[in-house]
């Protein structure tokens, strides 16, 4: 049946790619270069989400699932300590009840050591994903070769880390243990206390990383990339292919692209797909640009508390807050951290001048979902939690490869749905 005349011609594509943020964005700057047509949609924009609010970090060398032997113990102590970055959304606990029970099965030593290695592998590809596209839109001046320390408060908790470091040794990681001297060499800003640290070498710093999906965003519109601002209600089978319906009329696709984060399980359910993806709410403060705070990004150990360096000012990001979608931030839980980052950085001036808060996708088993939809030309790339901005420019790699029938560059079996039925 025709359209009538008054009625706008529908979007036609290859490829739909639901999700503006550093993995979407990724995945369609490969497509582009397959000659595939690409409509980005997102109801924010590019970044309009978790790629805008992160600590920078592109962390290669982390090698730790959330979950870890000893996780029952050491949740039941973040939660009894209010400035602990664990923090459960209790008005909605029963929505992630069963997640949970997930994670910390996933924390058990058998589950673990798999996990590792698939975290090791797709962190240690990243490394020159990232670089290459730097390159490529030619924003390399975004990312710093600062590498990623880890400071410690508490000679206990260092010596704790023993058992990571051993991993990362067994691993390749490039990494440096210090000293106080040492740390101060890298931090003179720091403040006192601060006596041992974990320094990775390799690790990259992005500088303000809702600028760089900004700029690869205007760089694949220029290629020809269709963006649409828009909320997607909806994905169905059309001819052959998919109707995508939003909010400014419907996308008819080929095939279909889901990195909407924690949005996209509610997309891919009426395919019989149940993915154990929640959002797991994270929060940062922006303080006023101050020269000589701070040159890296710098995590507290004790706090899981990252401070680094922007183009804007200078971010603190802290707060694993597990909650649903929908649900009003609580501030407080960052706001109150304000005294901490300023002990960790004295030179931190000012007051807050922006407040954050954006939904991380996290699995139970801190690995993210990279797979096609069993049967559909439906491409899935979410659950990359606290290592998006990280895993984003690989993860577009390899589901570009997984379109095109091609090798990937590492197994990809650790990061299938199939893990999850």
């Not at 975004?142 to 704790?160: D, P, Q, R």
Request: aromatic content about 6%; overall charge neutral.
């Amino acid at each position: 049946m025709s359209l009538p005349p008054s009625s706008p011609s529908p979007r036609t594509t290859d490829v739909a790619v639901v999700g503006s943020g550093i993995v979407g964005l990724s995945v369609a700057h490969h497509l582009l270069d397959r000659g595939l047509s690409c409509t980005l949609i997102d109801a924010k924009g590019p970044a309009g989400e978790t790629s805008f609010g992160n600590a920078g970090s592109i962390s290669v060398g982390n090698v730790m699932p959330q979950s870890t032997p000893g996780i029952v113990m050491k949740a039941l102590r973040m939660l009894a300590n209010p400035l602990a970055p664990l923090k459960l959304d209790w008005g909605v606990s029963a929505s992630y009840a069963r997640w949970l029970l997930q994670f910390l099965d996933q924390g058990r030593l058998q589950h673990v050591m798999p996990i590792i290695d698939a975290l090791n592998a797709i962190n240690a590809a990243s490394r020159p994903a990232w670089l290459e596209l730097g390159e490529r839109i030619q924003a390399q001046e975004l990312i710093a070769h600062t590498g990623y320390l880890h400071v410690y408060s508490e000679e206990a908790t260092f010596a704790k880390g023993a058992w990571e470091r051993g991993l990362m040794r067994e691993r390749g990681v490039a990494f440096d243990e210090l000293d106080a001297a040492q740390v101060r060499e890298l931090e003179p800003g720091i403040g006192p206390g601060f006596r041992r640290a974990v320094f990775q070498r390799e690790s990259l710093a992005m500088r303000d990383p809702g600028e760089f999906c900004r700029r690869l965003f205007n760089h694949l519109s220029a290629r020809g990339a269709a963006p649409l601002i828009a909320s997607v209600s909806a994905i169905a089978r059309q001819d052959g292919g998919y109707r995508v319906d939003t909010d400014h009329g419907p996308v008819h696709a080929g095939r279909v692209v889901v990195a909407a984060g924690a949005w996209s399980n509610a997309l891919l359910r009426p395919f019989g797909l149940k993915i154990p993806v929640i959002p797991a709410r994270g929060y940062h403060l922006m303080y006023p640009q101050a020269d000589a705070v701070v040159r890296r990004p710098t995590l507290w150990a004790e706090r899981y508390m990252v401070v680094s360096p922007m183009q804007a000012g200078i971010r603190m990001t802290s707060i694993k807050e597990l909650t649903a979608l929908g649900r009003d931030p609580h501030y407080y839980l960052i706001r109150r951290l304000d005294p901490e980052a300023r002990k960790l950085f004295p030179g931190i001036a000012g007051e807050p001048v922006s407040e954050w808060a954006g939904n991380r996708p996290c699995t139970p088993d801190s690995l993210p979902i990279i797979d096609r939809v069993p049967g559909e030309e439906i491409f899935v790339a979410t659950g990359h939690g606290h290592l998006g901005l990280t895993q984003g420019p690989v993860t577009g790699r390899l589901v570009d490869r997984m379109m095109a029938g091609e090798p990937p560059e590492i197994p990809l079996a650790p990061y299938a749905l199939a893990r999850f039925t």
